[in-house]
């Protein structure tokens, strides 16, 4: 165990340990793409605790093509009625929905060719084990790959 600068005892050997059951426990339960992001160096510990899911295919996401959040579950925070959304607002929403949500609410909020027009500015936002799977299903959304 070492100690920190503030005489708090971390366990850094059991942290380690229990990423590693963590991740021999989600073996089997998520996509093998998205659980080998998840062993990367530098993946976010939160990842672990909600690990999160891509569509299998581009086409799937039907969002709102003008990026006009129209009928959104209250769980995603969008601009108030009645007041314009800026390309800002659009690109915290995609970031979100491709770190929290679910393969159905990205099918029901993204939209394929908003996301491909604005994935530099998502990308940056979001984990890079995250943006990883994404530019590997899709080689569309990889800049290098075009």
């Known amino acids: 165990m070492a100690e920190h600068d503030a005489g708090i005892d971390i366990d850094f050997d059991g942290a380690a340990a229990t990423r590693s059951e963590i991740l021999h426990t989600l073996q089997g ?26 569509v299998e295919l581009l086409e799937e996401l039907q969002g709102p093509a003008d990026g006009a959040a129209r009928s959104l579950s209250p769980r995603w925070s969008t601009p108030a ?11 915290d ?11 159905d609410d990205q099918r029901s909020v993204l939209a394929a060719g ?6 530099g500015a998502v990308r940056s936002g979001v984990p890079a084990a995250i ?16």
């Open 29 to 54: 339960q998520l996509d093998a793409d998205v659980l080998h992001a998840l062993q990367q160096p530098g993946t976010p510990d939160w990842l672990l605790a909600q690990p999160f899911q891509v």
């Open 81 to 91: 009625p009645g007041q314009a959304g800026t390309q800002e607002d659009l690109v």
């Open 93 to 103: 929403l995609y970031r979100q929905v491709l770190m929290h949500g679910s393969t």
């Open 114 to 119: 908003q996301l491909v027009a604005m994935w």
């Open 131 to 146: 943006a990883h799977v994404w530019e590997q299903r899709f080689p569309e959304l990889d800049s290098r790959r075009r």
